[in-house]
């Protein structure tokens, strides 16, 4: 009996540090919005090494009524989503930034009860450079410092 649950106790340790917190996955030009690549785990190398071979500049303007191409990153212990995608032409784009993270608000039209929602901020970013350097921050969970960086350098939309 003890020797089972301390087999189930070692299956889940290792199973938390085998896996990190971070997951990401692909959307292509022209998916359907819930429709996308599950990839697996992330890390910051991973994640530039899938950004910068990504085909932003051949799939940019080509969503056919579906998402733009996009990259997105999931942290499941501080559960803050930030993804990147791109609009324009291929002679003219920019990447759009997202950050999905939780903030209290209060509930009718602010005179009610602080409630926990999921917030969406989407921000305007014309240099790849920028978009590296804004993921550095989110895989170290510099979380504040992401947003001040955001907001300082990108354009709120």
Same mark, same amino acid.
Request: charged residues 25%; aromatic residues 14%; contains cysteine.
């Given at each position: 009996?003890? #020797?089972a649950? =301390?087999?189930i *106790?070692?299956?889940? @340790?290792?199973?938390?540090?085998?896996?990190?917190? $971070?997951?990401?996955?692909?959307?292509?030009?022209? !998916?359907? $919005?819930?429709?996308y690549? @599950?990839?697996?785990?992330?890390? !910051?190398? *991973? $994640?530039?090494?899938?950004?910068?071979? =990504?085909?932003? +500049?051949?799939?940019v303007?080509k969503?056919?009524?579906?998402?733009e191409?996009? *990259?997105?990153?999931?942290?499941?212990?501080s559960? *803050?989503? !930030?993804w990147?995608?791109?609009?324009?032409?291929?002679?003219?784009?920019?990447?759009l +930034?997202?950050? +999905?993270?939780?903030?209290?608000?209060?509930?009718? =039209?602010? @005179?009610?009860?602080?409630?926990?929602?999921?917030w969406?901020s989407?921000?305007?970013?014309? #240099?790849?450079?920028? +978009?590296?350097?804004?993921?550095?921050l989110?895989?170290?969970?510099?979380?504040?410092?992401?947003?001040?960086e @955001?907001? #300082?350098?990108? =354009?709120?939309?």
């Amino acid at each position: 009996m003890n #020797r089972a649950i =301390f087999t189930i *106790i070692g299956i889940i @340790l290792a199973t938390n540090t085998m896996a990190g917190p $971070f997951t990401y996955d692909i959307q292509q030009a022209g !998916y359907d $919005f819930d429709q996308y690549d @599950l990839k697996g785990e992330a890390t !910051y190398e *991973i $994640f530039i090494d899938e950004f910068q071979k =990504f085909p932003w +500049v051949e799939q940019v303007g080509k969503n056919t009524g579906g998402s733009e191409p996009t *990259i997105s990153v999931k942290n499941k212990e501080s559960k *803050i989503d !930030y993804w990147v995608s791109v609009i324009g032409k291929p002679n003219e784009y920019a990447y759009l +930034v997202g950050i +999905v993270q939780p903030k209290m608000v209060k509930s009718m =039209f602010g @005179l009610g009860k602080e409630k926990e929602v999921r917030w969406v901020s989407i921000y305007v970013a014309e #240099r790849q450079q920028t +978009v590296e350097d804004t993921f550095k921050l989110y895989f170290a969970g510099k979380i504040p410092e992401l947003n001040q960086e @955001l907001s #300082r350098s990108c =354009f709120i939309t």
